[in-house]
Each structure stands twice: as structure tokens, then as C-alpha cells.
């Protein structure tokens, strides 16, 4: 991978500072390439005539020839600790040291013939290199040569304060810039006055020469003496035409440096002044733009306002005429609804008490026209090869009847005590019965619309027509249901126990009333039957408070306490009133702890935090339910006639059908697509299967739906 890596030269002088500057610049520079570093260094070339010494720079002569080599040992050493440094800064960097020892030519010449012979592509080389290299490189030039001088191959990196700048060449000069264009260094090549000191230098080393050679020729001849000390005093005088020069150069270097640094300030000044104002006329000139268009927008806007109102005007009117008539038709049919409803009301109830208070027996022609021949479209739930449950209509009245199949079901017998021990239960909170038929072995129990309650809770389907159950129906139900169980437990000569008591034998009715069914037509024999009931509804209370249904749901609750309980309420339900939802987990705990409490006990506790509960209801101070789980109860005070006979929901969108009765358009519809073409309320065959919408019915709907929720004043 070295071989392979580019190199990069970095040219660092004796400046320590600026040497770490510039590697770390190169460093971060090439931070995510594969590279290997050459570090080149020019150590101080000065005269061998002069030697570095503590106290400074001396003439070598100044020094034995021991001391000469020791201090230049020392100098060495210095420099090969301060390479070192270098190289240690660079970490895991392949790093090479190419030492430029001695050289007699300028160093800028000697680094371009470097660049060339080595074939360097990349140099990363300081502002101080050639200045510190050497005691009389002129740095500035020196730069400026290489800058001009280097091949194209060579892409050369100058920096300054570990910052990387810019040389341009402007009128003979050289000028270092940084990446924002600012003016950071300018060389200059000098003129007459640098020509001046090289053509004196040059007359002074002659001069020196001839000295050498008078001294060195001792046996010279007395015209040559003669001659020597004749020569003008030549030295002294260039000597103060030189400091002359150099004083004049610095007077007006010092008097230049002050005008310019005057008219930078008042350029400065100026040019500030004329950008703000610049800015203030641009904000004005945009503000007035602004306005203009604002106004425009303004005047278009108000004549398009004066042109709406006139018509939002003449529309009122028209309105408040068709609200007046509105209303008269409104009054005109509230009556006739108020006249349906009554008339619907009294024929339910006859319809309900000619079938609840004449309990009889049914003939087989009977439950076969009731269920269409026991149709697969109205079976509503089936047990295997014992039972199955059909919902049917007797006398234009709903009811659910259930079949025991006679080859595994109940014998004759057995099926006659049945129907003895349910023609003698009657509480609200059971399922009556309306009677039964011995021909088919069957039972006529009523119709419960909202199904079972375990749908109710855990149903889980998308498109069911099942609802949320608030929390205050859920305090209803469990007080309905505890008084049921406690009329069975209570029943006399002896208790009746259920046996299997759950969320599947709790029906709901189309006011979500529960009545309690499938209890077992027997009686209690002994103390453990009653707790296995008890134990039961303090787990249907829990699945009430929770809307869980798990196996281990009794486990956990049992090593919970009443206030753990509270932290699992089902959020479906609404906001539970904390106090309620604490006395009714202590009631399911009580429960499930086989306790000696009967449920006589359990139904006053439970009738207790029922009565909190309405009162709560009634002051308003708790939401019923989140989401849309009141539409569970819409139907529950609506009239009759709003009701679709189907879902015995509130209509949405209503519509007649060829028997003149109104239904929800999704439940007509799928009744017709499953292959019915008799009416859902006469069992006679249809004439067609036209439907048409029922925009009174409607009308009247979303009007009851206004009352309740804007209160009239």
C-alpha cells in the first residue's frame, strides 16, 4: 500500500511553529487519501566563516577549531531533535527526511532543480521557508522565483499560520492572498536601491581582494605601497552614502505608510456610508413595491367582498323563507311521528305480551315458517351436533329459537324438565322464554339485537357492527348481571347455580339491557356450586373493568391489589371515575378470594357503585366514551321508527323497500345479496327488489340528532 501511496513533500524551516503548522495542515489536508510525506528541511546555511554559539552568531575565527565542531554538533542535534518532532506529529504516516545539507547556490534555485529531478507533484511550503534557511535570502523573491520558475507538474500549497494562501503577480510584485481575497504579504523586487547595495557589494569584495593580495605579497615594492595608500577612501565614503540612502528610504517608507493607512480609513469610511445607504434605498424601494402591490390586491379583494355580500344577502332572504317552511313541515310531521310512535308502541307491546304472558306451545308448521325451514341465512350460532340457533319472527316479533338435534342432544325427558324449570324463571335479567315446540325439540327464547356481550368487549373485526361499551354500561351490566345470578342463587325450594357463567352467556338487548342464559336446568347441591359461580362473575367483572380476555387474567389480578387494577383499565370505555372503577375492582377481587360473601351481598355493593355511577351521569362530570363508542347507544331513547329492523341501530341512510317498511341501506342490501326475496318484517315474498331512499325519515333523523347535541333554549 506504501508503494503505492502519493507522496507529498513538505518544505519546513528552523521555525518550529510554523513547521507544525504547515504538517498539520498537510496532515488534514490528505486525511482521507493513502499518502506517504517527505519532509524537506534546509538548515541554516550561513557562512563557514561564522559559527551559532549561546551568545549568538560569531565569526568562526572567534572560536578554536574544538569549540568550532562542538557547537556545530550542538546545531546538528537541534535539528535532528526538531525533525524528529516532525516526524512524530505525522503518527501513522509513512514519513522520509530529505536533508538539503550544503548547497552554494540560492536555495530557491536549488528547490526548483529539486522539483524537477525528483519529479515532486505536490509541495506544501511555508511563508518562512527561504527566510529561515538562509542569513541573506531575500524570502519574498525567493518565493516568487519558485512560484514562477516551478514545472506545471507541480502543484505547489503555500501556507501562512498553518492557513493556506494565494500568490498573484500584480505590476512586478508578489501578493499573498488567503481564501477570502485578503492581502496578507507583498513582495517586491527592489529597485535602484537593491542595485545600489549589490554594485557597492560588489566594489567592496573587490577592494577586499585587493587588499589580500598587497597583504600576502610582503616583499612588494615601495611604488605599490605608495600607490595603495594613495587610493581614495573609497569604503568610508560608500559607506555613508549607503546610511544616507537607507535614512531617506525609511522617511519616506514611514511618510507613505501614513497616507496610505489615512486614505484606507476614509475609503473605509466612505465605502460603509455608501452601503447603507444602498441598503436603505434597496428596503425603501422594495417597501414601496410591497405597498403598491398590497393595494392593488386591496382593491381588488373589496370589490370582490361588496359583490359577496350582495349575494350571501339575497341568499339569507331566500333562506329565511325556506327555513320558516321548514319548519312548519317539520311541526307537521313531528306529529305524525309522535302519532307512528305511539301506534308503534302500543302494537309492540301487545305483539311482546301476546307472546311473553300466553306461553305456549308451538307447532312445528309455526317454527318452520318463522325461520324459512330452519334457513343456513338466519342460523345465528351453532353448538356442533347438539344445538343450533335461528333467529326467526312470530307474530312480526323477533326471536331467537334454539334446535337440539336429536341425535346427540337432550332426550324427551330431560328436554320437558327443561322447559318446566325455564316456564317457572322470570326475572329481567334472564332470558324469557316464549315457548317451545316438542315436535322439533326446540325453545322460543326472545330476541336479544345486540348479541352477546363477549362481541361486545373483545370483538376484534373489521367492519363489525359491534361498538364500544362506555364505562357506565359497563356498571350497568355488571349490576344486571349480579342481579340475576343472586335471583338464582336465591331461587327456592333450592338455589339454582348457572355453572358457566361468562361473557358468552350474557346477552345484550337493542337498550343494552344484559339477560344471563345457558344456565343448566338443575339445582345446587352443595356451598362450592354457589363459589364457582362467584368466582366466575369476578372474572366477567374484571374483563368488564379491563376489556381482556386472557388465561391468566384471574392469576394476575389475584396477586394485584384494587389500586394496581385501576392502571389497566380499557381506555375504549372512556374516562373511568377512579373511586368507582377502585370499589368495583375490590368487588371482583372479594369474588375470586373464595369468600363466604353470597350474591345477594355482592348485587347491594355493586347497586351501590351503580347509583354513584348515575349520579355521576347525571351531573355530566365524566366523558361517556372516546372515539365513537357512544353510537352504541343512540338507539337506546330513539324512537322505534328510526330503528332499522335489521341492525336496531339508528338509520343513517334510510330507504323503503317494496314491503313500505324502512331500512338501513347496508342491511337491506345485504339482505337481498344473500339470496332473501322476502320482507325481514312480514316473511312475505317481495314484489321487487326496488329500494328507494327515504329523504323524511332522514330529515327527521339528523333533526333528533341536532336536539340532543345543541340543548333548545
Not at 552614502?241 to 501614513?258: F, G, Q, S
Not at 322439533?440 to 345486540?450: A, G, S, T, W
Request: with cysteine; aromatic share 8%.
Amino acid at each position: 500500500m506504501d508503494s503505492e501511496a502519493e507522496k507529498v513533500y513538505v518544505a519546513v524551516g528552523n521555525d518550529s511553529q510554523d513547521g507544525f503548522l504547515t504538517l498539520e495542515w498537510a496532515l488534514k489536508k490528505w486525511s482521507s487519501h493513502s499518502i506517504s510525506m517527505v519532509i524537506l528541511h534546509a538548515p541554516s546555511n550561513t557562512s563557514k566563516d561564522y559559527v551559532y554559539t549561546p551568545m549568538g552568531k560569531l565569526p568562526a575565527s572567534y572560536v578554536s577549531d574544538e569549540k568550532l565542531e562542538f557547537f556545530r554538533k550542538i546545531k546538528e542535534g537541534e535539528n535532528d531533535k526538531l525533525l524528529s518532532e516532525y516526524k512524530s506529529l505525522c503518527g501513522k504516516v509513512n514519513v522520509e527526511i530529505l536533508k538539503i545539507e550544503k548547497y552554494d547556490e540560492p536555495l530557491h534555485k536549488l528547490l526548483v532543480e529539486l522539483i524537477s529531478g525528483l519529479h515532486i507533484t505536490k509541495l506544501v511550503m511555508g511563508l518562512t521557508f527561504m527566510k529561515s534557511s538562509s542569513w541573506k535570502s531575500r524570502g519574498g523573491s525567493g518565493l516568487l522565483y519558485v512560484h514562477r520558475h516551478k514545472p506545471d507538474f507541480c502543484e505547489l500549497f503555500m501556507i501562512c499560520g498553518g492557513k493556506l494562501v494565494f500568490m498573484r503577480e500584480e505590476n512586478n510584485e508578489g501578493i499573498v492572498e488567503d481564501e477570502q481575497g485578503v492581502m496578507v504579504v507583498k513582495f517586491k523586487e527592489k529597485g535602484s536601491f537593491r542595485d545600489q547595495w549589490e554594485n557597492y557589494e560588489q566594489e567592496m569584495e573587490s577592494y577586499f581582494h585587493q587588499l589580500e593580495s598587497f597583504n600576502s605579497d610582503g616583499d612588494g615594492s615601495e611604488v605599490e605601497n605608495d600607490t595603495l595608500w594613495k587610493m581614495p577612501d573609497m569604503p568610508e565614503n560608500m559607506a555613508e552614502e549607503l546610511e544616507a540612502h537607507i535614512n531617506e528610504e525609511i522617511a519616506v517608507k514611514t511618510d507613505l505608510k501614513k497616507e496610505l493607512d489615512t486614505a484606507k480609513e476614509e475609503e473605509d469610511e466612505v465605502s460603509i456610508e455608501v452601503e447603507d445607504k444602498k441598503r436603505k434605498l434597496k428596503s425603501i424601494m422594495e417597501l414601496q413595491h410591497e405597498l403598491s402591490n398590497k393595494l392593488q390586491l386591496s382593491s381588488l379583494a373589496k370589490s370582490r367582498i361588496e359583490a359577496h355580500l350582495e349575494r350571501a344577502v339575497s341568499t339569507r332572504a331566500k333562506m329565511v323563507c325556506e327555513i320558516e317552511e321548514l319548519r312548519r313541515q317539520r311541526d307537521v310531521l313531528q306529529r305524525r311521528v309522535d302519532f307512528c310512535m305511539e301506534k308503534d308502541a302500543i302494537g309492540m307491546a301487545t305483539r311482546l305480551s301476546d307472546l311473553a304472558f300466553s306461553y305456549r306451545e308451538f307447532t312445528a308448521e309455526e317454527i318452520r315458517a318463522a325461520t324459512e325451514d330452519f334457513s343456513e341465512c338466519l342460523r345465528l350460532k351453532s353448538a356442533g351436533d347438539w344445538t343450533n340457533v335461528y333467529r326467526g319472527r312470530i307474530k312480526q316479533v323477533a326471536v331467537a329459537i334454539k334446535l337440539y338435534i336429536s341425535i346427540n342432544g337432550l332426550s324427551q325427558e330431560a328436554f320437558q324438565a327443561k322447559v318446566k324449570l325455564l316456564s317457572h324463571i322470570r326475572h329481567p335479567h334472564l332470558l324469557a322464554m316464549f315457548g317451545f315446540c316438542s315436535e322439533l325439540k326446540c325453545i322460543v327464547f326472545e330476541y336479544m339485537h345486540n348479541g352477546w356481550l363477549r362481541d361486545a368487549l373483545f370483538s376484534l373485526r373489521r367492519g363489525s357492527r359491534s361498538r364500544n361499551l362506555n364505562w357506565h354500561a359497563r356498571i350497568r351490566i355488571a349490576a344486571q348481571v349480579s342481579s340475576g345470578l343472586g335471583f338464582l342463587h336465591s331461587a327456592m325450594p333450592r338455589p339454582i347455580v348457572h355453572g358457566n357463567l361468562s361473557a358468552s352467556k350474557i346477552l345484550l338487548d337493542h337498550n343494552l339491557v344484559a339477560k344471563i342464559h345457558g344456565f343448566r336446568p338443575g339445582w345446587c347441591h352443595n356451598q362450592s356450586d354457589m363459589q364457582a359461580d362467584m368466582r366466575a362473575f369476578g372474572n366477567l367483572v374484571l374483563q368488564l373493568l379491563t376489556g381482556r380476555n386472557w388465561a391468566g387474567l384471574v392469576e394476575e389480578a389475584v396477586v394485584m391489589d384494587q389500586t394496581a387494577l385501576i392502571h389497566v383499565l380499557d381506555e375504549n370505555a372512556g374516562q373511568w371515575p377512579l373511586d368507582l372503577s377502585v370499589e368495583l375492582a375490590g368487588i371482583a377481587l372479594r369474588c375470586l378470594a373464595d369468600t363466604e360473601s353470597s350474591m345477594v351481598t355482592v348485587f347491594r355493593e355493586i347497586e351501590q357503585v351503580r347509583e354513584k355511577a348515575d349520579a355521576l351521569m347525571a351531573c355530566k362530570e365524566f366523558e361517556i366514551s372516546s372515539g365513537d363508542g357512544t353510537d352504541m347507544e343512540n338507539s337506546c331513547h330513539a324512537p322505534g321508527v328510526f330503528l332499522c329492523p335489521i341492525f336496531q341501530d339508528v338509520m343513517k341512510n334510510p330507504h323503503v323497500a317494496a314491503d313500505g317498511f324502512s331500512y338501513e341501506l347496508e342491511a337491506i342490501e345485504e339482505w337481498l345479496r344473500t339470496g332473501h326475496d322476502t320482507s325481514p318484517m312480514t316473511n312475505l315474498k317481495l314484489k321487487n327488489k326496488y329500494l328507494a331512499p327515504n329523504h323524511t325519515l332522514r330529515s327527521l333523523i339528523h333533526d333528533w340528532h341536532n336536539k340532543r347535541s345543541i340543548p333548545l333554549t
